[in-house]
Every structure is written in structure tokens, then in C-alpha cells.
């Protein structure tokens, strides 16, 4: 299983970012994907998931009506469209071919994708 997130980077408040997560090493098709997320100091924190058949997407509170979470199985990656963004956005944001339940189970993380929101 390999997992590598892309597409961060320095934004102003308002501003968006998408990343992607490239999976390998396994089939992409027959997963749930989530997005988590550590802000510095903190643990991880649950984002957004979609499911593998039918689409079906959950968010975080914290992000709902600003985030949309999308999958392309023919190229096996996952995306998350993040508007609006804020400055507690800031963290490093990880992939996991997991769903909303059970992401926290995952434990071959990639490098993660570092957000930073900052005027």
C-alpha cells in the first residue's frame, strides 16, 4: 500500500487548494477514501470520506459547505477541494483508504501534504 498526497501549499485567508492522493499497491476501487488532517501540537482529526460504491461523501463539521471530497477510480487517485479556507485550517493533510469509521485504523500513512492558511 502506497499513498502519496500532493497540492498543499501557503494560501491567504479565502484563498483554496486541491490535493490529491495517488494510491498504489492495492485496489483503489474497492475502498472508501477519507482525509484527515494534524494541525501542529494536535492529534488527527477526521475531514471527509467517500465511499467506494455509489459516492456517497460525509464531512467534518469544520469544513461542510467549504470542502468537497471526489474520487477517480480509473486513475486511482482521491482529490479534496478545499475553498474558503481558514486559517485553523492549517495542518498536515493524509489520505487513507479507509471510510468515516474506521480511518483511525490505517497505519501505512504517507508523507502527508502540509496546509498552511496565513495572510
Known amino acids: 500500500v502506497q499513498l502519496v498526497e500532493s497540492g498543499g501549499g501557503l494560501v491567504q485567508p479565502g484563498g483554496s487548494l486541491r490535493l490529491s492522493c495517488a494510491a498504489s499497491?492495492?485496489?483503489?476501487?474497492?475502498?472508501?477514501v477519507s482525509w484527515v488532517r494534524q494541525a501542529p501540537g494536535k492529534g488527527l482529526e477526521w475531514v471527509s470520506s467517500?465511499?467506494?460504491?455509489?459516492?456517497?461523501?460525509a464531512y467534518a463539521d469544520s469544513v461542510k459547505g467549504r470542502f468537497t471530497i471526489s474520487r477517480d477510480d480509473a486513475n486511482n487517485t482521491g482529490y479534496l477541494e478545499m475553498n474558503s479556507l481558514l486559517p485553523e485550517d492549517t495542518a498536515v493533510y493524509f489520505c487513507?483508504?479507509?471510510?468515516?469509521?474506521?480511518?483511525?485504523?490505517?497505519?501505512?500513512w504517507g508523507q502527508g501534504t502540509q496546509v498552511t492558511v496565513s495572510s
Open positions: 487513507a483508504p479507509r471510510g468515516r469509521l474506521d480511518w483511525s485504523s490505517f497505519g501505512s
Open positions: 499497491g492495492f485496489t483503489f476501487n474497492r475502498y472508501a
Open positions: 467517500i465511499s467506494s460504491v455509489g459516492g456517497n461523501t
